[in-house]
């Protein structure tokens, strides 16, 4: 698959559960297939999500076509906006 939405099942944070939630739903409602990978589970998946980032301090959520980096939510975000999100996950 395609869209990889790097995530977290464990965190205190509601900041990082609603951005996870938001672009969650927005992927479903423009019917964009992804698969969830919750970084929580094994810190080599965390590694990967911020390697793939290209910071070492890089927090879910973060997204990527296959191996190529789109963003993290903000970038997200402002891609909705502008209604580009095809273009953001680098499958226009």
Known sequence: MGIKLY????TASRDVKSQQ??????LESKSIQFELIDISVDQEVRNEMRDKAGSPTAVPP???NDDQYCGN???FSEAVEADT?????KMA
């Open 7 to 10: 995530y977290t099942t464990v």
């Open 21 to 26: 939630a938001e672009m969650m739903r927005i």
């Open 62 to 64: 973060q997204l990527c």
């Open 73 to 75: 939510y903000e970038m």
């Open 85 to 89: 999100v095809e273009q953001f996950l």
